[in-house]
C-alpha cells in the first residue's frame, strides 16, 4: 500500500527536507557535496531519503555513464518579432562555450512562464538534458527551486533576487554601469542628469536604477523630477517615455537609459525638439549593442562582456553536475564604460 502511495504522488527535496527537520539547501548540498554536510545531519537526511523512496538527481548521478550533456535553455520570445542583440550574441557564447566543453544547447521555445514549466517538465521525464539554463529572472522566481525539487540544477543569467531558495547564476554588476556612466557625465560639467527605464517590475532595471541614484546623490546631485520609467517593449513606446523627459521646466542635460533601445529613442524625441545629441544633451545606452554603433553620433553605452557570462554559465553547469561546485554558486562579473560621441562636454549655458 505504501509503494502504491508514493507512486501516486512521487516524493519531492521540500518533503524530504520536512522529514529529515532540515532545510532544502541542506538537502541539496547532502546529495551533492555531501563533505559540505555534518555527519549527524548527513545521516538524518539519507535516512528521510530512504523512508520516502526519494530519487535525487538522477541526471547529475548518471552523469559519468548516460548523461546526455546537453543544456536546455528557453529562447525568450521577443516583442513584435523583433530580435534581441543582447540575447543573441549571449546565446552564440553560451553554445560555444558549451561546445568545447563537450556539451550541447538544447533551444527551447515558450509563450509565457506557465508554458515554460511544461516544456521543462516535458524535458526531465524524457531524460533530454542534463541542466538548464535560465535568463530573465523576476523578482521570486519560481524556476530555480521547482527544478530543484526534481533534482535538475539550473544556472541563471541574471541573479535571484527576493525568494530564500538558493540557486545558483552569473549577473553582470548594472548598478556599477549606471555608476560609471554617472562619473563620466559628471567629469563632462553635467548636473541635471536623468535616469530613463523600464517598469519597476523588472529586477535587472531595478539594479541599474540604485546605480544611477546611488551616483547622483554621492555627487550632491538632485534626483527629484529626474526618473522616468514606462514600458518600452518597441521603439514607438520607448518614444513615448523618453518623451515625459522633456515635459518640466529645467530639462536635463544628460540622460542614463536602462537600455540601449530608450537611449534611440531619446534621440529621436530630442532631435524633434531641435536638440543636437552630444552637444545639447549627452546621451549613455546599457547594452553596447549594435544600434549604438549605428546610431548618429555613435551612442556611448555600457558593455556587458557577454562571451564572459556565456564562460562562467557553463563553468558552473559543469561543475555543479560534476559534484565540484554547490548548487548556489553565485558569479558577479563587471562591465565597461564604451565612450563615443553621444557625450560630451555641458556647454555654459547648463
Known amino acids: 500500500m505504501e509503494e502504491i502511495e508514493r507512486s501516486a504522488k512521487p516524493p519531492t527535496l521540500a518533503m524530504v527536507a520536512a522529514r529529515a ?27 528521510a531519503i530512504d523512508e520516502l523512496g526519494y530519487r535525487p538527481n538522477r541526471v547529475a548521478r548518471s552523469l559519468r555513464t548516460q548523461a546526455t550533456r546537453t543544456i536546455g535553455y528557453r529562447i525568450q520570445p521577443t516583442p513584435h518579432g523583433v530580435p ?3 540575447l543573441d550574441r549571449f546565446v552564440h557564447a ?18 509565457d512562464d506557465g508554458e515554460e514549466l511544461e516544456v521543462y517538465d516535458e524535458l526531465i521525464r524524457t531524460a533530454a538534458v542534463d541542466a538548464f539554463v535560465l535568463s530573465d529572472p523576476v523578482y521570486d522566481d519560481p524556476r530555480p527551486a ?18 530564500e531558495h538558493a540557486s545558483a547564476w552569473v549577473d553582470v554588476d548594472g548598478a556599477a554601469g549606471t555608476r560609471a556612466a554617472v ?29 544611477w541614484k546611488s551616483a547622483v546623490q554621492d555627487h550632491g546631485l538632485s534626483v527629484r523630477g529626474r526618473v522616468v520609467r514606462g514600458p518600452a517593449e518597441s521603439l514607438g513606446q520607448a518614444r ?12 536635463p542635460t544628460a540622460v542614463v537609459a536602462s537600455h540601449d533601445l530608450l537611449a534611440i529613442a531619446c534621440y529621436h524625441e530630442a532631435t524633434r525638439r531641435g536638440l543636437r545629441i552630444g552637444d545639447d544633451l549627452s ?33 558552473l553547469v559543469v561543475g555543479i553536475l560534476a559534484g565540484e561546485l554547490p548548487p548556489d554558486h553565485e558569479v558577479v ?18
Not at 148 to 159: L, N
Not at 184 to 194: D, F, K, N, S, T
Not at 294 to 315: C, D, F, H, K, Y
Open 183 to 211: 562619473d563620466h557625465l559628471v567629469e563632462l560639467g553635467h548636473r541635471q542628469i536623468a535616469f530613463l527605464g523600464r517598469p519597476e517590475d523588472r529586477a535587472t532595471v531595478d539594479d541599474r536604477f540604485r546605480g
Open 21 to 47: 527537520g532540515v532545510g532544502r539547501q541542506t538537502v541539496s548540498y547532502a546529495l551533492n557535496m555531501p563533505q559540505r554536510v555534518a555527519p549527524q545531519t548527513l545521516a538524518k537526511v539519507r535516512a
Open 146 to 163: 521547482w527544478l530543484a525539487e526534481r533534482g535538475v540544477p539550473s544556472v541563471s543569467f541574471g541573479r535571484i533576487w527576493g525568494r
Open 333 to 350: 562579473l563587471q562591465p565597461s564604460l564604451v565612450v563615443r560621441e553621444s557625450t560630451r562636454p555641458a556647454t555654459p549655458h547648463h
Open 240 to 251: 513615448e517615455v523618453a518623451a515625459r523627459l522633456f515635459g518640466g521646466k529645467r530639462p
Open 283 to 315: 546621451v549613455v545606452g546599457f547594452d553596447d549593442s549594435l544600434p549604438a554603433l549605428m546610431a548618429q553620433p555613435a551612442l556611448t553605452s555600457i558593455n556587458q562582456p557577454l562571451e564572459l557570462v556565456g564562460q562562467e554559465i557553463v563553468r
Open 84 to 86: 534581441s542583440p543582447v
Open 94 to 111: 553560451l553554445a560555444g562555450t558549451a561546445r568545447r566543453q563537450g556539451y550541447n544547447i538544447l533551444l527551447c521555445a515558450a509563450e
